[in-house]
């Protein structure tokens, strides 16, 4: 079977043409393949499809198997992949996902990385499923939950997938300056029960309106050094609570994104990079879990 691995700011996956391979089984394939010891090494398997109705589909699955609804900086590579392969001579593409049809658009690039913008729909916040702006007068969007003794408050935001997002100020000092005690939380709440289909956390610190860092664990994943979705939902939840303005660079692990909510559309833009690490080819019959 061939494959190219792809990455979007460190966070990396292995994609398959499903135009010209069989995958009979991705959950098996996404945990064999993301083993970065015995593997290929990845966050995660995505497979490029057709769709009646989108240009492709794409589905995806985190490392330990699990099916994401979307992935940010997975589809940006996406929209490279099939511009690189000449299936598509348009550098604006539509995508069908589990978490509905994304459009987008590659700025610029060359065969080693690209630049692509993805209309990444409208945020959700709290448990009402607010907007953004209905989102800004209202006070009570923050929510509590006890994990493992500790008492974290956090907004809930849909991205078509759900995420938490934790303001690092809200934090002891030993979860701000540990990064290890951090990311066990976000460990801790992907399986509470306040999310019975699991969640990605986002970590957040504010550091001026135009500017925001953040840490994710990834439902599925664990830590990675970059998420398109969850930037999406730490910048939405950091405009709801009239943090940030609506245009802000989301600084992650891996690099920046840049992150823009269009009011009028209600959407999020997400513009960040795409880039080919490797083709490749494997023979899945001698990999064993």
């Given at each position: ?22 995958v009979d089984d991705p959950q098996r394939l996404a945990r ?50 099939v511009y690189d392969n000449h299936m598509t001579e348009s ?15 590659c700025i610029s690039g060359d065969r080693r990385q690209s ?175």
């Amino acid at each position: 079977m061939h494959f190219t691995k792809m990455e979007g700011l460190g966070n990396d996956y292995v994609y398959v043409n499903c135009f010209e391979e069989k995958v009979d089984d991705p959950q098996r394939l996404a945990r064999l393949l993301s083993d970065r010891h015995r593997g290929v090494g990845s966050d995660g398997l995505i497979l490029i499809g057709p769709s009646d109705k989108a240009d492709f589909s794409m589905a995806v699955y985190n490392s330990d198997g699990s099916i994401a609804e979307m992935c940010g900086n997975g589809i940006r590579c996406v929209c490279k992949y099939v511009y690189d392969n000449h299936m598509t001579e348009s550098r604006r593409i539509s995508v069908e996902t589990l978490a509905g049809i994304k459009y987008l658009r590659c700025i610029s690039g060359d065969r080693r990385q690209s630049i692509v913008t993805v209309d990444m729909g409208a945020p959700e916040i709290g448990r009402d499923r607010m907007t953004v702006d209905a989102a800004l007068t209202e006070k009570m969007l923050e929510e509590r939950i006890d994990v493992s003794g500790k008492m974290i408050s956090f907004i809930r935001v849909s991205m078509g997938n759900p995420h938490a997002v934790v303001w690092l100020d809200g934090l002891d000092v030993a979860c701000v300056t540990d990064g290890e005690k951090t990311m066990s939380i976000g460990a801790l709440m992907e399986k509470h029960d306040a999310f019975p289909s699991g969640t990605n956390v986002e970590f957040v610190r504010v550091i001026d309106r135009d500017l925001i860092q953040i840490r994710v664990w990834e439902r599925g994943s664990g830590e990675t050094m970059a998420c398109g979705t969850g930037a999406c939902a730490a910048a939405a939840a950091c405009m709801a609570k009239n943090y940030t303005n609506n245009v802000v660079t989301v600084q992650l692990g891996g690099g920046e994104l840049h992150i823009e909510y269009d009011r009028n559309k209600k959407t999020i833009n997400m513009t960040g990079p795409a880039r080919k690490v490797f083709d490749g080819q494997v023979d899945i019959f001698s990999q064993e879990e």
